[in-house]
């Protein structure tokens, strides 16, 4: 029997399993966003090697400006909170038991994965130290490692909030939206405006719940079908004259993710230029949801799709280790083209992309071990007492070390 005959009759049996009501059309988007974090992360970010051989982390797009075109495409967090926002409403619908027993059913899903990855690092870290791994490269990797996990935190009081959601969007459809964004201008307006200079800067962080809920609102309101063609397309349009203008007339940074040295940053956290791509991403993908779920409705297309979402956590908890398998080695070796060396050239982004099918089969190597994470234990018994109390000692250790380098 051939690979592809029997990649073609794997693609089949998951297409038979699919239960008729799944909606392959969000799960597709969720696959989209999901696979756009590692993506993201390993093309615009990168290393300089140090004198004595540590890691630094480092930007081609403070070299290439003009790459920050490529981070509207890559920065999806829009989508991935407007598909958590639609399928938390249907799942919140056809609960069985007390919201409070579904939302810690959800933690739990989030927790594990984080707890996992933190707890493995705590270990590794010493030892990687013990085998000669200089402290500059372990803090830069512990700061990598932890980059992605702030959006876990987010999600989860997102999340909790959705029984609040449901009702505005009962009550507003998808304006229940709005006020999240016009909250966001306002705190834009005075961080970067005439009074900005008398502006404290923790005034900023008022945008990190609103900014990330907006586009699970607008998911919220999507699935409870208060959001159909024609708000797809006024989110489409007005997002895209918001950004535009933003950008054009506001003078806000192009690149959606934190460039090193940049005196503002779009993403952390984010502004109402996260925002109004998010409302343009999100018209988008109203409008594109039946011609996706027809591609998705082929086995060969939604194979895939079901593969990324059963290992959601795996992917976002450890792409940047699958890219520090490769990078950590190499540092040895000295300046190695795409991984070690400096991002300031043409030659590196060429380099990178070499390397990316290397992390992605380092990822798949990790996720084989770190796919367990996501499940719960064998047979529906719970792990015991001790393990789960070292397990939160090693990941909370490590999280304080990481943090403490921010």
């Known amino acids: 029997m051939s690979a592809l005959t029997l990649l073609r009759g794997t693609a089949d049996r ?46 081609p797009l403070s070299a290439f400006g003009g790459l920050a075109p490529a981070s509207w495409v890559l920065q999806m967090l829009g989508i991935f909170f407007l598909v958590g926002g639609y399928a938390s409403a249907l799942s919140y619908r056809r609960r069985a038991g007390s919201a409070g027993a579904w939302l810690r059913g959800r933690i739990v899903r989030l927790g594990r994965p984080v707890l996992g990855v933190t707890a493995v690092w705590a270990v590794a870290a010493p030892l990687l130290y013990a085998a000669g791994v200089p402290e500059t490269t372990l803090r830069t990797g512990a700061t990598l490692v932890v980059q992605p996990l702030w959006f876990v935190g987010v999600y989860v009081v997102v999340t909790a909030l959705t029984p609040y959601c449901v009702r505005a969007a009962g009550r507003l459809g998808g304006w229940a939206a709005l006020p999240l964004l016009v909250s966001v201008a306002v705190v834009d307006v005075l961080r970067y405006g005439p009074l900005a200079e008398s502006v404290p800067s923790w005034l900023a962080l008022l ?20 959001i159909g063609r024609r708000g797809g397309l006024l989110l489409l349009g007005g997002g895209t004259v918001l950004f535009a203008a933003l950008l054009l ?35 988008a993908a109203v409008l594109l949801r039946d011609r996706l779920a027809k591609a998705l409705a082929r086995p060969a297309l939604w194979a895939p799709v079901v ?36 991002p300031d050239s043409l030659g590196w982004i060429v380099a990178r992309l070499a390397w990316m099918p290397v992390f992605a089969a380092l990822l798949v190597g990790i996720a084989r071990y770190a796919r367990r994470f996501e499940d719960p234990a064998p047979d529906g018994r719970k792990a015991s007492a001790l393990r789960r109390a070292v397990t939160g000692v090693l990941a909370a250790g490590f999280a304080v070390f990481a943090l403490g380098l921010a």
């Not at 999901?34 to 982390?57: E, I, K, Q, Y």
């Not at 699970?216 to 079908?225: D, F, I, K, N």
């Not at 792409?319 to 000295?334: I, N, Y």
């Open 249 to 283: 007339v506001f003078g806000y940074p192009a690149s959606m993710v934190g460039v090193p040295g940049a005196a503002r940053t779009n993403s952390h956290p984010p502004s109402l230029l996260v925002l109004a791509l998010a409302a343009a991403q999100s018209g």
């Open 14 to 59: 998951i297409d038979a399993r699919t239960p008729a009501h799944r909606d392959r059309a969000v799960d597709g988007l969720r696959a989209l966003a999901l696979l756009a974090v590692p993506t993201g992360h390993w093309l615009l970010g990168g290393f300089t090697l140090d004198a004595d051989g540590g890691l630094h982390n480092a930007s």
């Open 307 to 342: 593969v990324v979402n059963l290992c959601a956590m795996t992917i976002l908890c450890w792409h940047q280790t699958a890219m520090l398998a490769a990078a950590v080695p190499g540092s040895f070796a000295g300046p190695v083209a795409g991984l070690t060396t400096a």
């Open 207 to 226: 945008n990190v719940l609103p900014g990330w809920l907006f586009a699970y609102q607008l998911g919220v309101s999507w699935g409870e079908g208060r």
